[in-house]
């Protein structure tokens, strides 16, 4: 009955790979995100989606595409990792636009050696 | 750009006292700010949200207050006990809709 889960928990794979990370609400959320927090345990925003469309997209490599199948999942895809993509990543949702709570996922540690 | 700074950084209390952790954010056109707890290794718990039309929420031992004019907002906590031991993170939402966060506080709470 987890309300934000993601896959995988952990995850280490060398440089230059291709590796994805999915996320499930089941909340009936319309708005998913995905953030990232780094090795100072700062977290910043990455992408954001309303009803499967994307309405956030800071300033992230193009290596980084989101992909929301429909509006209970929004996985994220990372080409060519690198070194400095090492972080945690956290998927979170939320009832509707800014004016809601924000329900996170328990993280995925992505490792790159 | 908004920026959210978190005072103090860490912070060390015997269980029982009652602590203030601040949080200034520099644009005040803000939708919401929303407190979060962080325990090591895990993800975030929202503790409390507090619209730009309020002023204060509290939930249990927790309250957390909001000045949107002066980019201000405390969370106060009372009685503290050990289990509190966590970061605690502040962040807002502007019209970018997603959250600005800083950079936490550290709290340790010793029996």
Known sequence: DTAVSQT???LVTQMGNDKSIKCEQNLGHDTMYWYKQDSKKFLKIMF???NKELIINETVPNRFSPKSPDKAHLNLHINSLELGDSAVYFCASSPGLVLDTQYFGP???LTVL | KQEV???PAA???PEGENLVLNCSFTDSAIYNLQWFRQDPGKGLTSLLLIQSSQREQTSGRLNASLDKSSGRSTLYIAASQPGDSATYLCAVVNSGYALNFGK???LLVTP
């Open chain 1, 8 to 10: 995988p928990k952990y």
């Open chain 1, 48 to 50: 954001s989606y309303n």
């Open chain 1, 107 to 109: 993280g995925t540690r």
């Open chain 2, 5 to 7: 700074t978190q005072i």
């Open chain 2, 11 to 13: 912070l060390s209390v």
């Open chain 2, 104 to 106: 936490g506080t550290s």
